[in-house]
């Protein structure tokens, strides 16, 4: 079973709730949250209840103040656990540069720093993620916004959580 520590505050200070499993509001346990440990497992949080807004994906860590997990704010108020990457084995992905899977595709098995480089294309209209789970990033070199996709269809950027269809680089969700 994973573990993670939310603070209300920098540093590991403040008030603070310990979870071990998915949990769609937070809201009762604090008000804010500033810095977060996790001590196993791979946890998605959420900046809104029910497992919505921006995602912040994060693994086995200490991050002191909120801009060490790429958090925009303090918000965070839905969290879910995910097993050990060592449980998922194999990691397979396709991208397509339009809605509903047409136009111009390619299959990924690994990260994706540019996917400007790569796919010649800055936008994902739609994928079919395979086997594993992945972390979509905004901007290149894993920066900006992350969306967390599991294995399923999404036939259009706003099913994995995005607020337009412009993806950066991608990486395996593993031990890093």
Not at 54 to 71: A, F, H, K
Not at 85 to 95: A, E, L, N, P, Q
Not at 145 to 174: A, C, H, K, T
């Amino acid at each position: 079973m994973g573990k993670i520590t939310f603070y209300e505050d920098r540093n590991f200070q403040g008030r603070h709730y310990e979870c071990s499993s998915d949990c769609a509001d937070l809201s009762p346990y604090f008000s804010r949250c500033n810095s977060i440990r996790v001590d196993s497992d791979w946890w998605v949080l959420y900046e809104r209840p029910n497992y919505t807004g921006y995602q912040y994906v994060l693994s086995r860590g200490e991050y002191p103040d909120y801009q060490r997990w790429m958090g925009f704010s303090d918000c965070v108020k839905s969290c879910r656990s995910y097993p050990p990457v060592s449980c998922w084995g194999t990691y397979r992905m396709k991208i397509y540069e339009k809605p509903d899977f047409a136009g111009q595709m390619m299959e990924f098995m690994d990260d994706c720093s540019s996917v400007y480089d790569r796919f010649h294309c800055r936008d994902i209209h739609s994928c079919q993620v395979l086997d594993g789970y992945w972390i979509f990033y905004e901007h290149p070199n894993y920066r900006g916004r992350q969306y967390f996709l599991r294995p399923g269809e999404y036939r259009r950027y706003i099913d994995w959580g995005g607020y337009n269809s412009s993806v950066g680089s991608f990486r395996r969700m593993r031990d890093i």
